[in-house]
């Protein structure tokens, strides 16, 4: 089956051979966009979140099938410099397996709120899982991002 999408600003066509699969498996396997992380394939974690028209998604949980013609923002398109600058400047980067998600999910943040509070920090980090920073200066680093890009 031949699909066309909106990836990152590009149109591609990608390839699949069966309809459940993932857009987290075309995204990796298929198109060798490896930005997105696999982790635990059933929405738990939240290292493979792309925006899917403007909303984030776990995209390990999409079917390819259903995205024809729509838009995928992964953490290639979808982060501003001053989010990825603020996650280094903070130390919130450890081992990188959930940043990518944790990335788009902060400039999806950021996109609708301009100086979010801790909770609403939180709320937004919810299905994102770290197992290496806690989740302070992840928080410091939204908080960073949020001052530079005022």
């Known amino acids: 089956m031949e699909l066309k999408l909106h990836i990152d600003g590009e149109n591609v066509t990608a390839q699949i051979d069966r309809p459940g699969e993932s857009l987290l498996q075309t995204l990796r396997d298929r198109l060798g966009r490896t930005g997105s992380k696999n982790a635990c394939e059933q929405g738990e974690c939240g290292s493979c979140t792309v925006l899917l028209d403007g909303d984030p998604v776990c995209a390990c949980l999409v ?48 996109a609708r709120e301009d100086d979010p509070s801790d909770p609403q920090i939180r709320e937004a980090l919810a299905g994102n899982l770290c197992r290496c920073t806690g989740y302070e200066k992840i928080i410091d680093a939204v908080h960073h991002a949020a001052e530079a890009s005022r």
């Not at 259903?66 to 450890?94: H, I, L, M, S, Y």
């Open 63 to 110: 079917p390819t099938a259903g995205c024809e013609g729509r838009d995928v923002k992964t953490v290639v398109g979808a982060v501003p410099k001053p989010v990825r600058d603020a996650f280094v400047a903070c130390g919130a980067v450890q081992c990188g397996f959930c940043t990518p998600g944790l990335l788009v999910s902060v400039a999806d943040l950021l």
